[in-house]
């Protein structure tokens, strides 16, 4: 039977990490220069002292019946939950950033902080190629809609890359809708993004 946990600290961390990594190749590959230290880099995100977006506290792992067997996992937190600079903090600790991008970001973090105090935000969803296909996805984005409603969210948001239609549609067979705001191509080398919302009636 399918079910849900919080990420232990003595679960292996490093699939996970590589699951967040594959998710943001381009972007971890900008960040950190390469898969190895973009791996190190967001376990030690994952287990930072200091709140972010990828931090443990935020990650719901699925199972089938072994809970130490983790099939996938999400990533969602209420934007408000995370401390402004908490994740400049974080990515600072890894000793392994690049500063001129992180600066951008924190810039971007104080924008999100004040406009989007509401809003509930899927960060990452992964199931594990071999777990493919048995709706451990629908699942997760489910359980992440309940527990916006548990937080009082006003909507869930999230980022699909551009060009990507399978998760495109997939999200908006789910409810999401499309926004007319999206990201654009970053300096040439970051993908945009379409961003989806959820809206909770």
Do not use: W
Request: with cysteine; charged share 30%.
């Amino acid at each position: 039977m399918t079910s849900f946990r919080k990420l232990y600290k003595n679960d292996d961390m490093t699939p996970i990490a590589n699951g967040i990594y594959m998710n943001n190749k381009r972007f971890f590959d900008l960040l950190f220069m390469d898969k190895k230290n973009a791996i190190e880099a967001i376990i030690k995100l994952i287990n930072s002292e200091y709140v972010n977006e990828y931090h443990g506290y935020f990650i719901t792992v699925i199972y089938d019946e072994n809970p130490e067997q983790i099939e996938g996992f999400v990533i969602s937190y209420k934007i408000d939950q995370i401390p402004r600079n908490s994740t400049f903090k974080a990515f600072k600790d890894t000793e392994k950033f690049s500063l001129p991008f992180m600066m951008l970001n924190r810039a971007v973090d104080g924008f999100k902080y004040n406009l989007m105090k509401n809003v509930f935000v899927i960060k990452e969803l992964y199931v594990f190629e071999e777990y493919r296909n048995k709706g451990h996805g629908t699942r997760l984005i489910k359980k992440s809609l309940q527990k916006a409603l548990q937080y009082n969210s006003k909507c869930v948001i999230l980022d699909v890359e551009y060009g990507n239609d399978y998760l495109l549609n997939f999200f908006k067979k789910l409810g999401f809708k499309e926004k007319t705001l999206s990201y654009k191509r970053l300096i040439g080398k970051m993908p945009g993004h379409y961003i989806l919302e959820y809206e909770f009636e």
